[in-house]
């Protein structure tokens, strides 16, 4: 407890542009967030009050970072289950829980627990040789489809990285040499991707958020568009439940987003992330609660927020850092506020990379086709100086 507000203190381990939204939230709730970043330049180090530099895999950095903290979460799911068990066991309220996290760590160990619980899922099967790769795509040439399978990594990956498609025996037996741990699945036959995003809390309370389409290039979300376009209201129902019956199942506290391939005979359950997600930055403006205030409610085991839509079209579109040279990113904000007063704009303070998420911007309004059209422009001049 902050002893010059009341209110809680909640912890976020990692300083990425998650602990920096979150911290935004924080501040209207009139929590304290404080940080562990790796950086005093990471994105949420720079704008945070209580900031702590420590690594999220040393479990002494992890102890002295928790003392005060009435609930400890992450923004991102790379913190060791055994320290999170650890640190559990000495009393933290730290959520998720390592029995739940390790779903989102673990390919191999969410795919059976996901087929274990009768979740639709992808054909799969963990491999370690390429006989054991090229007698999968035998199976699935049975089943009409045969090459290419999908590999992926088990543990590690996002943003398209660690997920490899294999056109036969050559290319699986470049990557096993690599001797990265492996899953293998079907390709998906898919019609688009979707995600179903919920909030549970340590006492049971769910609440789901419009299920949205995310639009991928090059393994990287480029946008996402809430609610998702002509879906039927049957299917956006499967999905939520699909999504509160699995935070429930695993014992998610927090946020979890269910990432889904839309196909022909239903839907399919791609990954799972428990934290904020790239696929619900939108509700910053689009939705009555955000999913950065949703998470710390969730961890403070407060009731949960609204979840409905503010406007009748709400599209993100991320913000990828362009090719060095051209006007400033703060010549680029003049001219695109001018051009769309409307364009709500987040920027992260990263440095820019080519490709790099550096920040995104939110449109909303009443025609999702017109919508989208300006949420891509934006992002687009943000990136490159240009129409």
């Known amino acids: 407890m902050d002893t010059r507000t009341g209110l809680p203190v909640v912890g976020m381990v990692g300083g990425g542009q998650l602990a920096r939204m979150t911290h935004q939230a924080a501040i209207a709730l009139g929590q304290s967030l404080r940080v562990l970043s790796e950086s005093p330049d990471d994105s949420a ?3 945070a009050a209580d900031v702590r530099i420590g ?11 928790a003392k005060g903290c009435d609930a400890v979460t992450f923004d991102h799911e790379h913190v060791p289950t055994e320290h999170i068990a650890t640190l559990a066991a000495e009393g933290v309220k730290i959520y998720p829980g390592a029995d739940a996290i390790l779903y989102a760590q673990d390919k191999q160990q969410m795919r059976e627990r996901l087929s274990a619980l009768g979740a639709p899922v992808p054909r799969w099967r963990p491999v370690t040789s390429v006989e054991d790769i090229t007698a999968f795509a035998a199976e699935q040439e049975a089943a009409g489809q045969g090459w290419p399978v999908v590999a992926k990594a088990v543990r590690g990956g996002y943003d398209g990285r660690g997920v490899w498609m294999l056109d036969g025996p050559g290319a699986a037996a470049e990557l096993v040499a690599t001797g990265t741990a492996l899953i293998v699945e079907e390709r998906v036959p898919l019609r688009r991707e979707l995600a179903a995003l919920v909030a549970r809390s340590p006492f049971g309370q769910v609440a789901a958020y419009p299920v949205v389409e995310t639009v991928q ?3 990287i979300c480029v946008e996402v568009l809430a609610p998702a376009p002509g879906l ?6 499967e999905a939520q439940q699909l999504a ?5 199942a695993l014992g998610v506290v927090g946020l979890l987003a269910v990432e889904l391939f839309e196909t022909e005979a239903g839907i399919v359950v791609n990954e799972l992330a428990m934290r904020p997600h790239n696929s619900g930055h939108w509700t910053i403006e689009g939705a009555r609660t955000s999913q950065f205030e949703q998470h710390l409610r969730a961890v403070l085991d407060y009731p949960m927020g609204e979840t409905s ?9 991320n913000v990828l850092g362009g090719e060095p040279g051209g006007m400033s990113i703060d010549e680029r904000l003049h001219h695109l506020f001018a051009a769309d007063p409307g364009a709500r704009v987040h920027l992260y303070g990263k440095q820019v990379r080519p490709g790099r998420k550096i920040g995104h ?22 990136q490159e100086g240009k129409e």
Do not use: K
């Open 232 to 237: 039927s209201e049957a299917l956006a129902v």
């Open 244 to 248: 509160i019956d699995l935070a429930n």
């Open 45 to 47: 180090a720079l704008v």
């Open 309 to 317: 839509l503010t406007a009748p079209a709400v599209v993100m579109a």
């Open 361 to 382: 911007v939110t449109v909303l309004g009443d025609d999702m086709t017109a919508v989208r059209a300006r949420a891509v422009r934006a992002a687009r001049w943000l």
């Open 55 to 65: 690594t999220h895999t040393d479990l002494a950095a992890l102890r002295e970072f």
């Open 217 to 219: 290039q090059n393994g």
